[in-house]
């Protein structure tokens, strides 16, 4: 069994706070320190504001969990300061193939096109993203920045107030009160913090149970996301094949209806299905094994007062897309540089509305997507497998069926369509780059564009003049300023501009696209920064 899960990361250290004759008040406290709640205090901290995060635990998840991470969080991860050690660890892979019975279907590519800094996805075991996370908390604390962890720090009661919130913390040398400006709760799909709210999910549970069993084993297998539907060694069922750094492989094996959940995870049971799958000859060993059901569900509201709540706490979705922690990455993405204005009074509070609304479009695309393919995967009916296998016949010959076969529509980033936020679109570009959308990397000749956009509001130029700053409502926007003369690959004109020869594009800090035009129009722009920040 890997040490990393008997490691404390940040342990338990007495705090001032413990001992404070009244309840002492910090800007924002965020419970849960997995992936999201770190997420969102890095990005908190690197703008400069108070964070507590507060766990009570001391060490990484156990066992591997999500080990899927898409394109788009990658690139959150390189603003947050710790992409490259993703990378650098997981395993990229770009393909992915299908299986009916024993035969190979078709195969797609996620990522066709050249000119991306990032990969279309990476495996990487959940607890290294976490030792990651809590790497760059210690690099920002030796930076000076007001972020600090907390360990066995457990949230036992919560009370709302108007102006705050306040916290019963219980540590292994008593309880103590804090109080929060704002508190974000990223403590899981069981989330306490929504159950002592007296709040709930909405949404559908799926029957179907479902066995992960990660195994360490030396084998040839290329970097590759292998998916079977009714194979000859699971028959009526799916499985899915992952590899993952260490030689460690994920395997997921579809189980049904009706099981004894703690029966089926003991070893005596779990090798033999593995090794019908394997072969008899491949020697493995288990490092983790799970059983989990399919839940497409989420809240009614993620923003309750002071209240927010961000990843599996806020939604749950079916683990086949990687929908679950990257779909959490861009909550925290999407809500941090909004707080951050509210707190600073340029913006209003209502402006958080907003991040109901756009992630909660989010949560429900996902939401529909996994329904779709969990419905795919486990048909209800003899009628739907008919259909379901038909499909998967024809698309071995026929590329017309491929897109059909739905064996987890995998992850890709949300374009927040209708948005309060967007201003009309002026330039009818490409769609890729609407209002609403996350700005696809381009190369540049001293690097990659997302890289240059960072984490502020960018006024982008293509062959267009503009000043160098504008300052609106107290918001300081600054130009980048690009040439498709140093476009090499077209990679900026064909996903930027189009048929048109110069855009001017206001990018948010979240780098979505709040507006654009084919020229800069001074009073248009000041107009699309206000409605970028709720003022409009």
């Known amino acids: 069994m890997n040490k990393i899960f008997e490691v404390p990361l940040y342990p338990y250290e007495r705090h001032a706070d413990e001992d404070a004759s009244s309840p002492v008040r910090r800007k924002v406290v965020v419970i849960g320190a997995g992936p999201v709640g770190l997420a969102a205090a890095i990005d908190l901290a690197q703008q400069g504001t108070e964070v507590v995060v507060l766990d009570d635990n001391d060490k990484v998840s156990f066992g591997s969990r999500a080990i899927c991470f898409a394109k788009r969080p990658l690139e959150i991860l390189d603003r947050l300061g710790c992409g490259q050690p993703m990378v650098d660890k997981g395993v990229q892979w770009n393909t992915g193939k299908v299986f009916f019975d024993d035969r190979q279907v078709y195969e797609f590519n996620l990522l066709p096109e050249e000119g991306h800094k990032r990969p279309a996805f990476i495996n990487l075991q959940q607890y290294y993203f976490e030792e990651y996370l809590v790497n760059r908390v210690r690099e920002l604390q030796e930076q000076g920045a007001p972020i600090e962890i907390r360990g ?56 179907d149970n479902f066995l992960i ?38 395997i997921d094996l579809q189980l049904g209806w009706d099981i004894d959940k703690e029966r089926e995870k003991r070893p ?21 094994v799970s059983i989990y059901t399919f839940q497409c569900r989420r809240m009614e509201q993620f923003r309750h007062g002071r209240v927010i709540f961000a990843g599996d706490a806020a939604h749950q979705v079916s683990p086949f897309g990687a929908r679950g922690a990257n779909s959490g990455l861009q909550d925290t993405d999407n809500l941090c540089w909004k707080l951050k204005l509210v ?20 949560a429900d695309e996902n939401i ?84 240059k956009l960072g984490d502020k509001f960018v006024l982008l130029t ?19 300023a690009l040439s498709i003369k140093d476009d090499k690959t077209l990679a900026l004109q064909q996903r930027y501009l189009g048929k048109h020869e110069s855009g001017v594009y206001l990018i948010r800090p979240d780098q979505h696209v709040a507006a654009r035009r ?7 722009f000041r107009h ?3 409605r970028a920040i709720g003022k409009e």
């Open 368 to 451: 529909l997507n996994s329904s779709r393919s969990t419905d795919f995967i486990t048909p209800k009916s003899e009628i739907s497998r008919v259909l379901r296998d038909a499909v998967l016949d024809l698309s071995e010959q026929y590329e017309f069926a491929r897109p059909l076969v739905n064996s987890g529509r995998l992850s890709v980033p949300c374009t927040y369509d209708g948005s309060p936020l967007n201003s009309a679109d002026a330039l009818d570009g490409p769609d890729r780059t609407r209002p609403g959308s996350p700005c696809p990397d381009a190369p540049l000749s001293d690097g990659f564009l997302l890289d």
């Open 343 to 362: 707190m600073d009074g340029k913006a209003p509070e209502s402006l958080l509305d907003s991040y109901d609304a756009e992630r909660i479009h989010g």
């Open 213 to 250: 069993a990660d195994v360490i084993m030396e084998a040839d297998f290329p970097s590759e996301r292998w998916f079977w539907f009714d194979p000859p060694f699971n028959k009526g069922q799916s499985a899915l094949l992952h590899k993952q750094p260490d030689g460690v492989w994920r």
């Open 528 to 530: 699309a920064i206000r």
């Open 268 to 288: 005596e049971n779990v090798i033999p299905r593995l090794k019908a799958m394997l072969g008899e000859d491949v020697k493995f060993e288990l490092e983790w």
């Open 152 to 207: 066995r720090n457990k949230v036992s009661a919560i009370g709302t107030h108007p102006t705050h919130v306040v916290l019963e913390i219980d540590t292994p040398e008593g309880s103590y009160n804090l109080e929060a400006e704002w508190l974000i709760a990223c403590d899981g799909a069981g989330s306490p913090t929504r159950q002592m709210l007296g709040l709930d999910f909405v949404g559908r549970v799926f029957e």
């Open 462 to 480: 293509i062959d267009a003049d503009a000043p160098d700053v504008i300052v609106e409502e107290g918001i300081e926007v600054t130009r980048l």
């Open 518 to 524: 084919p020229a800069f129009d001074e009073n248009q």
